[in-house]
């Protein structure tokens, strides 16, 4: 779940004591195994700011731009429930629902990330925008008390879609998906520290998120809505890939082993190449047997040309941010010219 969702983040830390940070002392690797006391462990003095944190900054910490990864997939799944009901039956308010719950997961692991990874150090020193925690704009358990909010949000969202389909069983997924969200980066040992962030983004932002906004609507899970999910899936792994591929260099020494550092540079901008790919082929796939509107899937090519050009042209540090925004923008793309297509062949049926 992203960084369901993918991160901005960039650095290196200061190794975690009991004491506030100070800016003079030299960065040592993070100690990815220990969150420790916040309040103790990160203040807004210790990195040179002061005052509450502004309107924009908490803009800011929201991450927009990483919102194309709970849209897109409710969009599709969308498309796909149209499709697997019958002529002009349709649920607004559950997609609406389940549009809700995306986006508050979405943004409430931005902020959880925000305050796991600024307790840690490793946003001390970034490429991209400065953190509401690691960069000093506002403390940490504020940022942990907004993260935990919209956390709630989405579970009484969710709450109310379980209650509306009748299918109690999904408060475990529910569940499994806060806990996902949480541990990205949260806990002793984050996964997203050990190079299972893009597995788990695969599952959450793809898969669970398209196959379950068709079920909550229809009560079935499609081959369609799966073939979106993978998708979906694979464009968030992409961003994920983008972003990781920026950090690298800083990630290795703060000790946060993600794919990227695992594969190297180059392995990842290959893996990135294939992710974009392979909605695409997706899109092929799904038109092939009966469904030749989904070819409108291939509109949103032209979206994906400037972040591939950008990674396959080796561009590294504050050259890669581009490709976050780029390649989250093609997902959202992707995900409406599909779900038209797939709409449009199952009114025309």
Known sequence: MQRLNPSDKLGTT???????????????????????????????????????????????????????????????????????????????????????????????????NDYSDGIRGTDAYRVGPARLTGGGAARPRSVLTVALAFFALAALAGLVLVILSGQWWLLLVGAAAIVAAWFYTGGKRPYGYFGLGELFVFVFFGLVAVAGSTYVQTLEITWLSVAGGIACGTLSVAILLANNLRDIPTDSVAGKHTLAVRMGDHGTRVAYLLAVAAPFVVAVAVAIPDLPWALTGLLALPLAVRPVRVVRSGAVGRDLVPVLAGTGRLLLGYAVALSVGVVAAGLTR
């Open 14 to 112: 200061g190794k975690p004591s009991g004491k506030p940070a100070k800016p003079a002392k030299s960065a040592k690797p993070a100690n990815p195994g220990r969150s420790g006391n916040p309040a103790k462990r990160a203040s807004p003095e210790a990195h040179g700011r002061s005052g509450p944190a502004t309107a924009g900054d908490w803009i800011s910490g929201a991450r927009l731009r990483t919102l194309p990864l709970a849209i897109a997939p409710v969009a599709l799944g969308t498309g796909a429930a149209i499709v697997a009901s019958e002529p002009g039956v349709f649920h607004p308010v559950r997609a609406l629902l389940a549009l809700i719950v995306a986006l508050c997961l979405q943004i409430g692991v931005n902020y959880a």
